[in-house]
């Protein structure tokens, strides 16, 4: 009782400690009305953050308490994070995005292992996100839930397949997201929404839990704004392992595929080069390389896979093939995963998706090992040239994203590029990160990093290094007045395009039909090249080509109609 009237009499002669125990009841008042409007937000009773569509599961995996010393401090402690529909959570059914994947299979009875290890690192996950059906389509659209609104430029698709999860980091509903890459499906997305990302090394990072696409190119990657919070993710998520040598790094840039953009190298390769420049440690002087060749001359199975071409033309043939192997493989192992389920379910799927889907469960195996062996030589041939210190530089993208709601298609050509690109790191296994450089013409630009396979941390501390000085860079380009970019496929496409008219009007109509066809391969979203070409397929009789190129222009163009 004195004890009692004794601490009584002592706080109440201490002015200091009412206001230390004041402070820490509104400490815990304002903590339990953060946490109690979270969790009302989660449940969705509160209006919708902005740029919804996202997400097709709300829910929320709390990390376990902070441990106490001498234990070491939890690395993402109070970031939320959300995963794409195809990682397994305790309790719930992973989508695949496609409710009939949905419908029949059954609730997790694990949760997937890179989510376990962000939770234990004290993150918060707050969702799954929308992405494309079965892990294919490369722009964000989905059938069943609709297309995430792109925050960077909403007129646009988000890019695919991992959509919902570039779009909530974008639009800041969450401080970063995971995904799996098997053939650009989190580059993609990162590049047309304008945020970081990060492909580990083949392997470094467990897939279990995770459904898988093709196992021998699926990665688990992830999204942020903040390359300080990229590296950190990478931290709970990688093994010591993949530290890399230290040592001053050299970027390496690949000229050829450079070339390929509709960008000037002001805004890309010249952004780089200068940032670096400005770095007082660190860095070699950089190298400039033709990559294509690098690969016709360093990967001998590939010549199979290679068109014929001139001498000239053998580096982009070489990386034409590159991306024909990664899909041919992701073909294949789709199938073994896959196959009786789509031929006993047979998905509602979206249009892409279901092209996509077909190709792989109807393809034949004659000659799979060379796929592997392809593999295995450019994963070497990669090392060689980056060995421990090197990094190689290009383009993320090949051009523009989509109109959202559009019924164009992507162009051959587009995706030829594209798949050019992303193969690099795919089929090598060779860790990848993706850095947005601001804007060209409204459109994001997108440069990408790629380190020898288990170089991962050191890739990422030298984007950490690197990238305050090309945010620097990034703002005096957009002051510079750029000349126009020539596009060179445009250009002669156009001349084939006349050289077509000129055998019209000499009424040789095959050689017509044979120029517009290559008018048509270099730039297959022009109307006016299959108008032509059906004008002269009808002198020659050959009306079902005829009414195939009518229909494909006006699917191309409406406006065209009166013409046909």
């Not at 529909?85 to 419908?103: Q, T």
């Not at 390359?227 to 040598?245: E, F, K, Q, T, Y």
């Not at 580096?315 to 073909?331: D, E, F, N, P, Y």
Request: net charge positive; charged share 20%; with cysteine.
């Amino acid at each position: 009782m004195a004890s009692s009237a004794r601490s009584g009499a002592t706080a109440s002669s201490n002015p200091r400690a009412w206001i230390v125990a004041g402070v820490a009841v509104a400490g815990v008042i304002v903590l339990a009305e953060v946490a109690r409007r979270r969790r009302r937000w989660l449940r969705g009773n509160s209006s919708p953050p902005p740029y919804s569509g996202a997400f097709c599961d709300r829910l929320e995996l709390a990390p376990p308490p902070q441990p106490p010393p001498p234990a070491a401090r939890q690395q993402l402690p109070y970031l939320t994070f959300a995963v794409s529909d195809n990682f397994e959570i305790e309790g719930y059914v992973a989508g695949f995005g496609n409710p009939d994947w949905k419908r029949t299979h059954k609730a997790a009875s694990h949760t997937a292992a890179a989510v376990k290890a962000l939770l234990k690192q004290g993150a918060t996950c707050v969702g799954r996100t929308v992405m494309d059906e079965l892990g294919f389509g490369v722009t964000g659209e989905n059938l069943h839930c609709g297309t995430p609104i792109n925050p960077a430029s909403p007129s646009v698709v988000p890019g695919g397949s991992c959509s919902g999860s570039a779009v909530a980091v974008s639009a800041q509903l969450v401080e970063f997201a995971l995904g799996t890459d098997t053939t650009g499906d989190l580059r993609i997305p990162a590049a047309f929404c304008g945020v970081l990302c990060f492909r580990p090394s083949h392997g470094v990072v467990s897939t279990l839990g995770t459904l898988p696409n093709s196992h021998s190119l699926d990665t688990i990657g992830w999204l942020a704004r903040d390359p300080h919070i990229l590296s950190r993710v990478g931290d709970a998520l990688l093994p010591a392992a993949a530290c890399g040598l230290r040592g001053k790094r050299q970027l390496v840039f690949a000229d050829d595929c450079f070339e390929l953009l509709k960008i000037p190298n002001q805004k890309t390769v010249d952004v780089i080069e200068n940032a670096v420049r400005t770095l007082p440690y660190g860095f070699q002087p950089p190298k400039h390389i033709n990559i294509g060749q690098y690969i016709c001359s360093n990967v001998p199975s590939l010549k199979e896979f290679c068109e014929p071409s001139t001498k000239l033309q053998e580096g982009k043939s070489a990386l034409k093939a590159l991306c024909t192997v990664m899909l041919l493989l992701q073909r294949y192992e789709f199938k073994a995963n896959h196959e009786d389920w789509v031929n006993t379910v047979k998905p509602k799927l979206g249009l892409e998706v279901s092209t996509r889907v077909l190709q792989a469960v109807n393809f034949t195996d004659d000659n799979i090992k060379s796929l592997y062996i392809v593999r295995t030589e450019w994963r070497a041939a990669l090392k060689n040239l980056l060995k421990d210190t090197g990094i190689l530089v290009l383009p993320t993208m090949a051009g523009h994203p989509l109109k959202r709601n559009s019924k164009q298609r992507l162009s051959s050509e587009f995706e030829d590029k594209m798949y050019a690109f992303v193969s690099i790191a795919a089929l090598s296994g060779c860790c990848q990160a993706t850095v947005p450089l601001g804007n060209h013409n409204d459109h994001p630009i997108s440069i990408s990093f790629v380190a020898a396979h288990g170089s991962d941390k050191f890739l990422l501390r030298a984007i950490l290094d690197m990238y305050s000085a090309v945010q620097e860079q990034i703002v005096l380009a957009s002051k510079l007045a750029l000349p126009p970019v020539i596009d060179r496929d445009v250009d002669t496409s156009e001349l084939l395009k006349e050289k077509g008219n000129n055998s019209f009007k000499r009424k040789q109509w095959s050689k017509a039909i044979e120029s517009y066809s290559g008018a048509i391969k270099l730039n297959d979203t022009n109307a006016t090249y299959y108008c032509n070409r059906a004008a002269a397929y009808l002198e020659l009789g050959r009306f079902k080509q005829a009414e195939a190129d009518c229909d494909q222009a006006l699917l191309l163009d409406k406006k065209i109609s009166g013409m046909l």
